[in-house]
């Protein structure tokens, strides 16, 4: 069975201690990885999409890096701010045009001063 | 731009009563969605529109139906709620093309509590 796993579940952090988050997929025909924050009583928001293996995006202290069958989202130097639960999808090829998107359980991750 | 809004934020309904969510966006995406979100599970989708008039199944369809009567509007409705539906609501929409299908964006969600 296609499967996103997410690890940590949770993670906590002192501001300014750096740290990873780990999205592994057990899919086959990846289209893209997405990385998304959702904020508690809110609606995940886009951060970043990866299409291809070696590839990295950044925005801020956030750096997204795409494997073959994992990825990583790199917090570096965490402020309070950047608490949130931080959910990855994978869009793969099934039998349809479409495909199909799946997401992970998420990482929630408290940052404290 | 309001992006994507959910109707209404939170509802309260007892087993068997019927209710809509309606979802609008202001982006003119031809792609919509509706989530939902339990603790300790993924998103999963139940059912998603490719444009207007039209609505396919997602993962977990059974108990919703959809309707997609206008390019910016997408209503999810039980007929009979279950305690089961008890969740958290998201609708979303996304551009039409298939490399950035994945590119979604989320209204502020619904929390519906079936008693």
């Known amino acids: 069975e296609d499967q996103v796993t997410q690890s940590p579940e949770a993670l906590r952090l002192q501001e300014g201690e750096s740290s990873s988050l780990n999205c592994s997929y057990t899919?086959?025909?990846?289209?893209?990885l997405f990385w998304y924050r959702q904020d508690p009583g809110k609606g995940p928001e886009f951060l970043f999409t990866?299409?291809?293996a070696g590839e990295e995006k950044e925005k801020e202290r956030l750096k997204a890096t795409l494997t073959k069958k994992e990825s990583f989202l790199h917090i570096t130097a965490p402020k309070p701010e950047d608490s949130a639960t931080y959910l990855c999808?994978?869009?793969?090829?099934?039998?349809?045009?479409?495909?199909?998107?799946?997401f992970g359980a998420g990482t929630q991750v408290v940052v404290t001063p | 731009n309001a992006g994507v809004t959910q109707t209404p934020k939170f509802r309260v309904l007892k087993t068997g009563q019927s209710m809509t969510l309606l979802c609008a966006q202001d982006?003119?995406?031809?792609?919509m969605y509706w989530y939902r979100q339990d603790p300790g599970m993924g998103l999963r989708l139940i059912h998603y529109?490719?444009?207007?008039?039209?609505?396919a199944k997602g993962e977990v369809p059974d108990g919703y139906n959809v309707s997609r009567l206008k390019k910016q509007n997408f209503l999810l409705g039980l007929e009979s709620a279950a305690p089961s539906q008890t969740s958290v609501y998201f609708c979303?929409?996304?551009?039409?093309?298939?490399?950035?299908?994945?590119?979604?964006?989320f209204g502020p969600g619904t929390r519906l509590l079936v008693l």
């Open positions: 999808a994978v869009h793969y090829m099934t039998t349809d045009s479409w495909g199909k998107l799946q």
């Open positions: 529109s490719v444009g207007e008039g039209t609505t």
């Open positions: 990866l299409y291809s």
């Open positions: 979303a929409s996304s551009l039409s093309s298939s490399v950035i299908r994945g590119t979604q964006y």
């Open positions: 982006m003119n995406h031809e792609y």
């Open positions: 899919v086959s025909g990846l289209r893209g």
